[in-house]
């Protein structure tokens, strides 16, 4: 099964549309450096979405850490960014759409979006054998946290190490950010499989896994069109959920 993620990120913003009219006025803050093409790429499909909801976004630099907090609703901290260690200390938990605080109320986008696909398509990780590829903290650490959640057996790999678990695996997360790492005959027949591992290669996204793997995963996320809608729209639910939150 391929996982069609902008006809799933369409039906997600379709519910959040309906439920946009149970809150007032909302403002997202995007903390952020001058960013390069790619971070552009990302502010841009947020900030388009954002209008679509009828949701106010406001640029902030990092010095202007403490006037996002008091003005904002929910606020991303756009990585890769200076000191990102210190700002997201900084960040309460209540406005943190990302999840990347230290006590954080809503998961990480990308560990919505895989719980998503999990339960459109019935995917039941307790007590599977589960290997992500990769240990970042946008990837990889929510996704294998979110797996142990799940009851699954999760083992932790990067790109340096032996990629021999992946035989093994029920379930295969990628977050390695290396175009075409991981080849079918490296998987066992059946598997999961969710590329996450976005990256560019001339001038083209391309995931961690090569297409391919697509004839041996019984479920597979293509790069691009996967996890990646998904995940923008997870992160406009996670602010919805701290705004209504908020509101008690």
Known sequence: MLVDGKKVAEEVLKGLERERKHFGALKLGLVMEGGDAATESFVKIKSRIAERLKITTARYSPQEMSKAIKECDGIIVQLPIAHDAELLAKLPPGKDIDGLSKKPVV?????????????????????????????????GAPAAELLRDLGAKVEVVTEHDSLEPLHFADIVVLGAGKPGLIEPDMLHRGVVLIDA????????????????????????????????????????????VLARRNKK
Do not use: W, Y
């Open 197 to 240: 591992g976005t990256s560019e290669q001339g001038g083209k996204v391309k995931g961690d896994a090569r297409p391919s793997c697509a004839n041996v995963a019984s479920v597979f996320t293509p790069v691009p069109g996967g996890v990646g809608p998904i995940a923008v729209a997870m992160i406009f639910k996670n602010l919805f």
């Open 107 to 139: 998961r990480p986008p990308v560990a919505e979006a895989i719980c998503e696909i999990f339960d459109r398509c019935n995917i039941a990780a307790r007590g599977k054998h589960a290997v992500v590829v990769g240990a970042g903290r946008l990837v």
